[in-house]
């Protein structure tokens, strides 16, 4: 028997969902018979099937009549469009702020797939060589949201997305304690204010008004021409 190239191609392309027989003619006389397998189990080489990744492979096509055996080795490619498009973020797709953080993309798919981003629009994005991840360095505000990779061959396209979030906690800590650093600094000073005065009759020279006899004296605080005069009275017990 023999197996010409013609009637059994040694190659094979095959796309997913499509349907192709796995035929392989053989030429001698008495007329042989074609038997094709696959790791020792036999295929079907007639009618065409349903194409799926599973047929990919390498398989041995044997010709047998009464005077010998050929054998072909025939070997199936299947394609098929990007499929099992996975998004993810390291370390962690809670960011905090400042910090750095990688988005990776990923997808099967033959032939190989391509890839495209859409992202948040910021001036610390670098893309990789091969367009597959997404690094970013310092993460500010404008770095969080929807990160998306699309994953293309001649077969179709698939996408996939992942949520950024930037946490910015420590900052709010930091406004709080500032208002609250403020709130105290104002109460300081009220409180301030109110020891002056009330310690304004102790300190410096009074306007003692007689009275005979007294032991008690009461603070007395009033405006005169723009200027505030504190002094002391004498009272009779």
Do not use: M
């Not at 033959?110 to 060589?129: G, I, Q």
């Amino acid at each position: 028997p023999e197996i010409p190239a013609s009637g059994c191609p040694g190659n094979r392309t095959w796309v997913r969902g499509t349907r192709e027989a796995l035929s392989c003619r053989a030429t001698g006389n008495p007329a042989p018979t074609v038997v094709c397998g696959r790791h020792g189990v036999a295929v079907a080489t007639g009618e065409p099937e349903l194409v799926t990744r599973s047929r990919a492979g390498t398989y041995v096509c044997n010709a047998t009549n009464a005077l010998g055996t050929r054998s072909r080795r025939v070997t199936v490619r299947v394609e098929y469009g990007p499929a099992g498009v996975t998004v993810r973020v390291l370390p962690s797709a809670n960011v905090t702020r400042g910090s750095g953080f990688t988005v990776d993309c990923g997808a099967e798919g033959v032939p190989a797939p391509t890839y495209s981003w859409a992202l948040p629009p910021a001036p610390n994005l670098r893309l990789a060589a091969d367009n597959r991840s997404v690094t970013v360095t310092g993460a500010t505000t404008a770095n969080r949201g929807v990160y998306t990779c699309t994953a293309s061959n001649r077969h179709g396209r698939r996408a996939g997305s992942v949520v950024v979030r930037v946490d910015e906690s420590w900052l709010a800590v930091l406004v709080a304690l500032g208002a609250l650093g403020a709130v105290t600094a104002l109460g300081l000073a009220v409180a301030g204010g109110y020891y002056l005065k009330s310690t304004a009759c102790k300190k410096g020279e009074y306007n003692v008004r007689d009275a005979e006899g007294s032991s008690e004296a009461a603070c007395l605080h009033r405006h005169r021409d723009n200027f505030e005069v504190f002094g002391i009275q004498l009272t009779q017990p």
